[in-house]
Nanobody, 127 residues
Framework: QVQLVESGGGLVQAGGSLRLSCAASGDTFSLYAMGWFRQAPGKEREFVAAISRGGSTTYYAESVKGRFTISRDNAKNTVYLQMNSLKPEDTAVYYC????????????????????WGQGTQVTVSA
């Protein structure tokens, strides 16, 4: 099974940028579709972005479309989330997740599809 470790969170002012990284180990990374989710205090975990196994297809929540970019480097076993134009409402713990799937060109937006999760990294955006 795959293990996931996120990094790159922190405190940033509104309008700023952060890049999250998620390093995978323990299995063949290219067999997994990858997703980013977030959870704010008192709220359910929600979908942010997802990317297919080879990186050809990406999906975004409407709230982050045009501001966030998901990418992956299968040679480095890492998935990234570039976050620009950050808003206070983006404040949350961000989790990366892995879905071992036979589908090469798609990825799920459903939290229930993902079996493996990182520990999360805190992103705080101040007004």
């Amino acid at each position: 099974q795959v293990q996931l470790v996120e990094s790159g969170g922190g405190l940033v002012q509104a309008g700023g940028s952060l890049r999250l990284s998620c390093a995978a180990s323990g299995d063949t990374f290219s067999l997994y579709a990858m997703g980013w989710f977030r959870q704010a205090p008192g709220k359910e975990r929600e979908f942010v972005a997802a990317i297919s196994r080879g990186g050809s297809t990406t999906y975004y929540a409407e709230s982050v479309k045009g501001r966030f970019t998901i990418s992956r480097d299968n040679a480095k076993n890492t998935v990234y989330l570039q976050m620009n134009s950050l808003k206070p409402e983006d404040t949350a713990v961000y989790y990366c997740a892995a879905d071992r799937t036979t589908y090469i060109f798609t990825a799920s937006k459903d939290v229930r599809s993902y079996d493996y999760w990182g520990q999360g990294t805190q992103v705080t955006v101040s007004a």
